[in-house]
């Protein structure tokens, strides 16, 4: 009998119900091909959009700033962690954004702490959409704000909700591309709720920063809409290809994240080589445009083949492609037979997403090629004449 054998019961549970989650381990460079358990495998799961985890100007970057700066930055931003390359990268992720500052933390998880738990405040409402991150949600469980889900399809709620008197403030917090749906938020509806009601608007751009957009801002670059975004946040773990959590917004919002968020206060400093691969794939993100467009046609010609092979790709439009599936088992059954035939796409299940959606979440890189990508389709061909894969009856063919 061990000390922590009561942890067991749910270990046990969590297998019998085919939600156990493990590790896996790549020996290899994050590419569009990795090396994982001694194979090769085409990697269709990992967020390194742009393919800029492993780029030689990022690498080149990295080993001059550890020359220059060495790794650690041995002490939290208040202290004596706040060093150069801190300083630059928030200059030009502000520009980038079009705002007046931002701020850098560890990982974007802190950055939407920092944001959700500070900014709104007792006798305000924050309003989610009910798929937000959990980052988001669990951020605006732990505010002084009292808070309230709502559904994409039901815009006639959160206009409700908007209309209610009795809050001072009201905050809308949207993912600008869902993170496991593929989907946009229509900001621009968000936009005009937004001012008709006087809320803010506050969006988390972590899967469209670097991907979308004229130079990589995002979503809201690509509509039109950055300057009517109150406050941006964006991670530099995804396209980025480094880590840590940015948010943008007016002087004022930054100067109090520095001054009440404790995810920013509390927390060591990144390392400023980090932050000098980030700035080196910011530059690229800038001016190697053509990643953009192989991103987006990629993605389109998947899911189109996706589409047409009868599969349930839900409502994607951009580099995350879901591919339906419904029951657990089913999902890992179908992730397995993937890995099996050399390709790396992980199983999705709830809590991550709703009960009966369990997935497999796509995501596609600018760097995958059309050879990889047409291998794909054919696997799945194979596996659905094997009945591995569900497809949409009114679109079987
Ligand atoms: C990944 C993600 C985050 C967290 O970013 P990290 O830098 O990985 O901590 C926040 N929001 C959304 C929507 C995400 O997908």
Same mark, same amino acid.
């Given at each position: 009998m061990g000390r922590f054998d009561y942890l067991n019961e749910t270990l046990e549970q969590l297998k019998k119900a085919n939600l156990f989650r493990s590790l896996r381990s790549i020996d290899?460079? /994050?590419?569009c091909i990795v090396r994982v358990e001694g194979a090769e495998k085409n990697i !269709?799961? %990992?967020?390194?959009y742009l393919g800029l985890a492993n780029h030689p100007q990022v690498i080149q970057a990295v080993l001059e700033a550890a020359r220059q700066y060495g790794y650690g930055?041995?002490?939290?931003r208040l202290i004596s962690g706040t060093m150069r390359p801190h300083i630059e990268l928030e200059e030009r992720l502000a520009d980038f954004l079009y705002k007046e500052a931002a701020l850098v933390f560890p990982a974007g998880w802190m950055a939407n702490e920092a944001v959700i738990r500070t900014i709104p405040q007792k006798g305000d409402i924050v309003l989610l959409?009910?798929?937000?991150h959990a980052s988001i949600i669990d951020a605006a469980g732990g505010c002084q704000a009292e808070f309230r889900t709502y559904r994409r399809d039901r815009p006639e709620k959160l206009e409700k909700l908007l209309c209610?008197?009795?809050?001072?403030r009201k905050f809308i917090i949207t993912e %600008?591309? !869902?993170?496991?749906?593929g989907n946009a938020a229509d900001l621009k509806a968000l936009v005009e709720l937004k001012n008709k009601y006087g809320a803010f608007l506050i969006v988390d751009e972590a899967h469209a920063f670097g991907c979308l957009g004229k130079n990589g801002a995002g979503l809201a670059e690509e509509l039109g809409l950055l300057e009517e975004i109150d406050v941006v946040v964006a991670t530099?773990?995804?396209?980025?290809g480094a880590t840590g959590g940015v948010v943008a917004g007016e002087k004022k919002v930054i100067e109090f994240l520095i001054n009440k968020a404790r995810s920013f206060i509390y927390t060591t400093s990144p390392s400023p080589v980090n932050c000098a691969a980030a700035m080196a794939a910011l530059e690229i993100i800038k001016t190697e445009t053509h990643r953009r467009s192989r991103l987006k046609e990629n993605a389109d010609y998947l899911r189109g083949r996706l589409e047409k092979l009868g599969?349930?790709?839900? /409502?994607s439009r951009s580099h995350i492609i879901p591919v339906i599936i419904g029951t657990e088992e089913d999902t890992l059954a179908a992730a397995e037979e993937l890995y099996n035939r050399g390709f790396f796409i992980v199983a999705i299940r709830p809590p991550t997403v709703?009960?009966?959606?369990?997935r497999l979440r796509i995501s596609i890189q600018s760097e995958h090629t059309k050879g990889q990508l047409d291998d794909l389709c054919d696997t799945f061909a194979e596996l659905i004449a094997g009945g591995i894969l569900p497809v949409l009856s009114s679109r079987t063919t």
């Open positions: 290899s460079p /994050q590419g !269709f799961c %990992s967020n390194n930055a041995a002490a939290s959409d009910k798929l937000d209610e008197k009795k809050y001072r %600008s591309i !869902f993170s496991m749906d530099m773990s995804k396209a980025v599969l349930n790709i839900g /409502q709703p009960a009966g959606t369990a």
